[in-house]
């Protein structure tokens, strides 16, 4: 199955972040030296998304201006001779074709989707949201369209969360089938903790059919007094096959300061000019204690 087009919804203000972000999104925040937004198209595109469509907001113009061809500096870095930073800005200007709807009001993630149903039209299309950083060795996206090869119908990622955090999720209810796949038989949106069905919480990665459109065009307002996609997946279950995997790989919150942080440290440590020497940093600062 070839998953086309992926939705990216970076409509948010980034609100917990600033001043940092009140000039600039939040998703052009970088980790080490590429902005995280870079990462989740890398990850669609590694998934076969050939479009990325961002619902976007007004005043995140560089988001799309990261993802086109700058002929200006490319020519300056190529006269300078800086070849591996002429290689990575071209790199970001030709992923994959980066398009933009807007998101008039923020009305909720099923709402934001559905914004995106002009250019992605009628088959099944990813959703990331880069908030959610996952270090992967396959990447997550990637592992939710091979069971969608093998399935069909909506897959969702899913990861165990602690009993005290479970109603910051949205969590499922159902059987495992096939190692960490998960037949979903219901779904939750920010469930109390005395009355969740499981410990498996959705993060920040689906596959869903174009039928979804349809559906949450119907859907009415839920928690919060937005449209939430999963109430959506929900009312989608009596006709659609629904799987969870429960993804391999590390999660990092980068929608809190701390995630980000904790994100920022293993970019660097995995990174392949700085990662020798920032782990030694890290040793010589863990010897030395807590800052008084």
């Keep these: 199955m ?11 203000r980034g609100t917990r972040f600033l001043p940092a972000t009140k000039a ?11 902005p995280l937004i870079q990462y989740a198209v890398e990850e669609a595109v590694a998934a076969g998304s050939e479009r990325i469509v961002l619902v976007s907001a007004p005043g995140k113009e560089s988001i799309l201006r990261h993802f086109r ?8 870095l190529e006269r300078a001779g800086r070849t591996q930073s002429l290689a990575m800005v071209r790199h970001a200007g030709t992923l994959a074709t980066v398009d933009a709807v807007m998101q008039p009001e923020p009305l ?22 880069p908030d959610d950083f996952i270090v992967a060795q396959v990447p997550v996206l990637e592992q939710l369209r091979r069971v969608h090869e093998q399935y069909g119908g909506i897959v969702i990622a899913v990861e165990r969360v602690p009993h005290d955090e479970i109603e910051r999720y949205g969590v499922i209810d159902g059987e495992q089938v096939d190692g960490n796949v998960v037949r979903v038989s219901d779904l939750v949106e920010k469930p109390a903790r005395d009355r969740a069905p499981s410990d498996l919480a959705i993060v920040g990665r689906y596959i869903l059919p174009g039928e979804i459109f349809r559906i949450l065009a119907d859907t009415p307002a839920g928690v919060g007094g937005e449209i939430q996609i999963t109430d959506a997946i929900r009312a989608a279950l009596t006709g659609l096959p629904c799987h969870a995997v429960v993804f391999e ?19 660097a440590r995995r990174h392949e000019d700085l990662g020798a020497e920032f782990s030694r940093y890290l040793e010589q600062v863990s010897g030395q204690g807590r800052p008084a």
């Design 2 to 12: 070839s998953l086309n087009s992926t939705v990216i919804p970076v409509a948010g």
């Design 249 to 267: 790989g590390q999660r990092f919150d980068c929608g809190s300061k701390l995630g980000f942080l904790q994100a920022t440290i293993e970019v």
């Design 108 to 129: 909720g993630v099923g709402h934001a989707i559905l914004q995106a149903s002009p250019l992605v039209g009628e088959g099944p299309f990813g959703v990331m949201f």
């Design 69 to 76: 061809r700058d002929a200006e500096l490319e020519s300056f």
């Design 24 to 34: 600039q999104p939040k998703e052009m925040m970088p980790l080490v030296d590429r």
